[in-house]
């Protein structure tokens, strides 16, 4: 809590989201302060994934309102919001997957200028130079020209978030971003991410790592079957939770 | 000896209207499958309808029919149209081959994982530029294989055009072979096919090895 009053960067309210017949979020509210991050957690299938995947329009909700920096990507006074607005305000995120994601034709280095040179069309001297700082960044400058295959999962998902970071968002979210790693790999990415933390980088984060979340966290978010059951300080939400449901979570992870 | 020589020139002669053939087909039906590929991979129903019916009926069709139809049937269905047997041939070949490929393409986007899309969307990159910057480099590695093997049947499609009348390495050499009553033009003709199967699988193996330097 460094920050007196912080501006709002993303404000939910009222999300639903239904695949079909399955209603997967119901009602969610949540809102991202500038610098903050915040963690959501909740077991399998309670809709962490999709609440991420609607905050950066890859899922369309179909109910309630979504401001990023003030201005909606989903607003029920405005339905239609064209696709190019939505994506330019969605600019402002940047993601990072359970999966990595990265461009398995492309060396670590190409595939985070990529978006630099084809969106922001940077020239292609600068984006080389910022990427190599990226690189750096996340501790992989020797990896510049390595292609995905060639590189660990550990090594895969920094170069992600070195991408993810080359379009200079201001809120990062990230899905689950050490799920699919070896055990002995986490503590590489996590490291980077910790990094971000003390750049008061705006992170929403889903994991299942309870005590990195703890211990990274301004606010923890559980989420179960579709609804926010609680949200809170970690100290509050891991040492007393209000309900019982987060309680037993809690015990079957630690 | 003298004589072998001769045969084996005049066999070549119509090596050049094969390879002519085999060029121009795969330079037109290549794009035609790209086209065929995004038309069958985009949203447009209409799209879809439309390359549905054209690579069903061409795929499930004898290619021979399909010469024939071209060569006699057009011009009777267009009047004043008139197309030589070389056009025909030749037109018959890329609308068939690029329904094949098509298909081949189309496969190959669909086998690009849901995560390069939503990566690049998420990068803010537009569809045009994830597909030609992402999807399709990465299809063109997965499709060599296939397109290879189309390649080695085009070769030996070519031979289909002596129903025409066209003077290709088969007809020249069947023509030496009623002549002088030797079946060694056949010999030669079944070499020069081998020969140029030999170069377009060389080829295939060069580009795909330049892929193999990622997966
Ligand atoms: N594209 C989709 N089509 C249909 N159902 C989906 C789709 N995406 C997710 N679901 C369903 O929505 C529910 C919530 O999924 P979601 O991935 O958001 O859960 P999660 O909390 O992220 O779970 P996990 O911890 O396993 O990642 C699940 O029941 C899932 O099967
Ligand atoms: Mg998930």
Redesign the pocket.
């Known amino acids: 809590m460094q920050y007196m009053s912080r501006s709002t960067v993303i404000e939910v309210k009222g999300l639903h989201k239904a695949?079909?017949k399955?209603e997967?979020l119901k009602g969610i509210d949540l809102t991202v302060s500038k610098g903050e991050v915040i963690s959501i957690i909740?077991?399998?299938?309670?809709?962490?994934?999709?609440?991420l995947r609607c905050l950066i329009h890859l899922?369309k909700a179909e109910r309630g309102s979504i401001l990023i920096e003030g201005r909606p990507i989903l607003d029920p006074d405005h339905p239609h919001i064209s696709e190019s607005e939505i994506r330019t305000r969605c600019k402002k995120l940047g993601m990072v997957f359970q999966n990595f994601n990265l461009y398995p034709h492309k060396s670590a280095l190409e595939n985070v200028i990529e978006a630099p040179l084809v969106v922001a069309k940077k020239p292609r001297q600068e984006a080389i130079r910022a990427g190599e700082q990226q690189l750096e960044k996340v501790g992989l400058s020797d990896k510049r020209d390595t292609y995905p295959c060639h590189l660990s999962g550990g090594q895969k998902q920094r170069v992600a978030i070195a991408r993810a970071l080359a379009m200079e968002p201001d809120i990062l979210l990230f899905?689950?971003p050490t799920s699919a790693l070896d055990p002995e790999l986490i503590g590489e990415v996590l490291a980077v991410i910790k990094d971000l933390v003390k750049e008061h980088m705006t992170m929403v984060i889903?994991t299942?790592e309870m005590s990195f979340a703890r211990e990274v966290s301004d606010k923890i978010v559980f989420?179960d079957d579709g609804v926010i059951l609680e949200s809170a300080s970690p100290e509050k939400l891991f040492n007393d939770p209000d309900h019982p449901r987060i309680r037993s979570f809690l015990q079957k992870m630690l | 000896m003298e004589y072998l020589l001769q045969s084996t020139g005049y066999i070549l002669q119509g090596g050049s209207v094969t390879i002519r053939l085999f060029f121009l087909t795969l330079l037109c039906s290549l794009p035609l499958g790209f086209l065929g590929a995004m038309a069958k991979t985009s949203k447009s129903r209409a799209l879809h309808i439309l390359m549905e019916s054209y690579t069903s009926i061409v795929r499930g069709t004898p290619l021979l029919l399909q010469i024939f139809f071209v060569y006699y049937g057009l011009p009777l269905l267009i009047p004043g149209l008139r197309l030589d047997r070389f056009t025909a041939a030749a037109l018959t070949f890329i609308l068939n081959y690029g329904a094949y490929f098509t298909e081949i393409f189309r496969g190959g986007i669909q086998s690009i994982e849901r995560g390069q899309y939503e990566a690049s969307k998420v990068l803010g990159m537009s569809y045009t530029q994830t597909m030609v910057r992402i999807i399709l480099p990465q299809t063109i590695k997965r499709v060599l294989p296939p397109v290879a093997n189309e390649s080695i049947t085009l070769v030996k499609d070519t031979a289909l055009v002596v129903v025409l009348g066209i003077g290709d390495i088969l007809r020249n050499s069947k023509e030496i072979v009623a002549r002088d009553f030797t079946i060694s033009p056949f010999i030669i003709a079944a070499i020069i096919y081998l020969g140029m199967n030999y170069l377009v699988v060389l080829f295939f193996k060069r580009l795909e090895e330049r892929y193999a330097v990622y997966e």
């Open positions: 695949f079909g399955l997967v909740g077991p399998s299938g309670s809709g962490k994934s999709t609440l899922e899905d689950e889903v299942h989420m």
